[in-house]
């Protein structure tokens, strides 16, 4: 995919309207289209990357400090109980556009969504040879 062929992309600069609630030089910040709760909002660099394997970490970081900017605005202005970050790589993991963007999804008591998993198990000596993998 060419950054022109990127919808994100093209949202990012502006080319495509969008519910925008936030502009810097680096980020456009908008509300989903198909929003999981009220406020749902997408954090997009206006630069391309394909996921987190290839975003710069100055830029990485950028988005989380705009997270934590935009996850106040959130709760004082919606009064959201809650706050889910989600941010996937990989179509495996749910990834539908390629072009890094970090979910910023608002909780409220009885929204009936599921963000989560199913809590595995491990035991003492699975952690351990995964994290000799990890450290050695």
């Known amino acids: ?24 030089e680096k980020f456009r910040v908008i509300l989903d289209l198909n929003p999981a709760t009220k406020g749902h909002a997408l ?12 975003i710069p970490e100055e830029t990485a970081a950028g988005a989380m400090k705009l997270a934590k900017k935009l996850a106040a605005t959130l709760r004082d202005r919606l009064h959201s109980d809650g706050l889910n970050l989600v941010q996937n790589n990989g179509s495996t993991a749910g990834q539908t556009v ?12 009885g929204d009936g969504q599921k963000i989560g998993w199913v809590p595995g ?3 003492p000596q699975e952690l351990d040879e995964i994290k000799k993998m990890l450290t050695d």
């Not at 390629?98 to 008591?109: T, V």
């Open 1 to 24: 995919m060419t950054k022109n062929d990127c919808i994100f992309c093209r949202i990012a600069k502006g080319e495509i309207p969008s519910a925008t609630i936030y502009e810097d």
């Open 43 to 54: 954090i997009l660099p206006k630069d391309h990357w394909d996921c987190l394997y290839d």
């Open 98 to 109: 390629s072009h890094f963007h970090l979910h910023i999804i608002p909780r409220y008591e």
């Open 121 to 123: 198990s491990s035991s």
